[in-house]
């Protein structure tokens, strides 16, 4: 009884601590599996902003250009 009584608090936070690393290690494995993959999406995503931003600038530009003319 009071080997259960000593074991039942640890068995929950064990099981959480070892399912936590387990995710971490999971997540860490996929990004490094993936690491080249990421990049690409990382500059991808930077191109694709690039375009983004630039666009609206263009728009916006050209009302302030007929306005400055």
Do not use: C, E
Request: glycine share 6%; net charge positive; no cysteine.
């Amino acid at each position: 009884k009071n080997d259960l009584k000593y074991f039942k608090p640890l068995g929950p936070t064990f099981l959480q601590h070892s399912l936590a690393i387990f995710y971490l290690l999971l997540i860490w494995i996929f990004i490094y599996l993936h690491y080249l993959s990421w990049i690409k999406l990382g500059f991808l995503s930077i191109k694709m902003l690039r375009v983004i931003t630039k666009l609206p600038l263009v728009r916006l530009g050209h009302p302030l250009s007929k306005l400055g003319q």
